[in-house]
């Protein structure tokens, strides 16, 4: 798969990006290791991780699937974190979810923009991720009014030994607050997309360029071909890299055929 420079960063990346938000739905740690190793082999190199994520097993299997030496880049996240922490078990955080249907409190993610809390978070993704630093590390849905950006600022330059890249991530409500803001924080703008909405479109009002875009196939998008939804969200983030998801080794491979053909063709 081809690899493009992440606009405004040192970070060189696949086109489509594996996002691992759906990944306990894989099956067992096992079978989640074998599928990222299996999205690795089909050419994607970045992942994208959160500790919300699987309450924490998704940078786990992470850690398990790919050595600090691999060439695989990963992104994760602060600011929300799972209801219960990130240390429990499958059965327990299975039970939490269908209890949480009953009692939403008990599912509820917790939002901490505290840096405190941020600077814990980090030390135990990348112990969970079994690496010394981290490739990208994106504020998760932030609020504008809720950070105190010099604090943030402060730590983000006091952990430059073990963030290389920072950023937001969210929807267009979320990320445009930011984007009048020229700092370490807006570095990168991870943001939803779509053919219909061109949500992204936020970005090129604001003359920044795409980087990491999610979101193509909702809306009345998942009714029309997969590859043809691929290759036209391919066409609008020409700059950048698209997070994609999938259960399905067959899928992991057409994301693979789409983008070597659409490279093909430009």
Request: charged content about 25%; some cysteine.
């Amino acid at each position: 798969m081809q690899r493009v420079r992440l606009p405004n960063t040192n970070l060189s990346i696949s086109r489509f990006s594996f996002g691992t938000a759906q990944l306990h739905h894989v099956g067992t740690a096992k079978a989640q290791i074998a599928h990222l190793e299996a999205a690795a082999e089909q050419g994607f190199s970045h992942f994208d991780s959160a500790p919300l994520y699987g309450f924490g097993g998704a940078e786990r299997a992470l850690g398990l699937a790919f050595s600090d030496e691999s060439e695989i880049t990963v992104a994760t996240k602060v600011g929300l974190y799972p209801p219960g922490g990130c240390e429990q078990g499958r059965v327990s955080t299975l039970a939490r979810k269908v209890a949480g249907k009953v009692w939403p409190k008990l599912s509820r993610t917790v939002v901490d923009l505290a840096v405190e809390r941020a600077r814990e978070s980090l030390e135990r993704s990348l112990q969970r991720l079994g690496r010394d630093k981290i490739d990208l590390l994106l504020l998760h849905e932030p609020s504008a009014e809720l950070i105190q950006t010099d604090e943030w600022l402060g730590w983000i330059e006091n952990e430059r030994d073990r963030i290389r890249n920072v950023g937001i991530a969210g929807p267009q409500d979320v990320v445009g607050p930011f984007l009048g803001i020229k700092n370490q924080l807006t570095q990168v703008v991870q943001t939803r997309d779509s053919l219909e909405g061109r949500e992204a479109d936020i970005l090129t009002s604001v003359d920044r360029p795409f980087q990491l875009t999610y979101g193509y196939f909702t809306g009345r998008a998942h009714k029309r071909d997969g590859r043809e939804v691929l290759s036209a969200a391919l066409a609008r983030n020409t700059t950048g890299s698209i997070i994609v998801s999938t259960r399905s080794r067959e899928r992991l491979k057409a994301f693979a055929e789409v983008e070597k053909q659409h490279g093909g063709l430009q």
